[in-house]
Structure formats: C-alpha cells, structure tokens
C-alpha cells in the first residue's frame, strides 16, 4: 500500500530545518514510503533525501512565479 507525502521540505528551502536524514527517519517511522520533496527554486534537498531514502522519492521544485507559487516534478 502507497503512503505518501506529496509536499515537504528540507533545510535546503528557507521554510524548514529538517536535514534530509531527519526527513528518511522522520518517514520511516510514519511508514511513509513515497515522498514528494518540494524545495523552493532548488532540487538539491530533493536529491539529497533520494540519495539515502530506501523508499520512492519524487524529484520537486516550487518555484515562484508572477501568479503565485508553481510545484512541479520531474
């Protein structure tokens, strides 16, 4: 069964102090197994939780633009 987070971030976004191994705990411990990782104009929280996660991790970036905020993945 899928159980994910389709929206979080890193300390690599200016929002949150979750280091990315805190994150994969963080979600081990939830039984999360698909995550979403959305940092602000950057992937590199995103690839860093990837790199160590032993679950799905979806690629996002939430960018601004003139209308608001846009999320987006790979």
């Given at each position: 069964?899928?159980?994910a987070d389709l929206h979080i971030?890193?300390?690599y976004s200016r929002d949150s102090i979750i280091?990315?191994?805190q994150c994969v705990s963080r979600c081990l411990k939830l039984g999360i197994n698909c995550l979403a990782v959305t940092e602000?104009?950057?992937i590199a929280g995103a690839l860093a939780v990837q790199r160590i996660a032993p679950f799905k991790v979806?690629?996002?970036e939430e960018?601004?633009?003139t209308d608001g905020e846009l999320t987006g993945s790979s």
């Open positions: 069964m899928l159980k971030h890193t300390h280091s990315p191994e602000h104009n950057n979806i690629i996002a960018v601004k633009t």
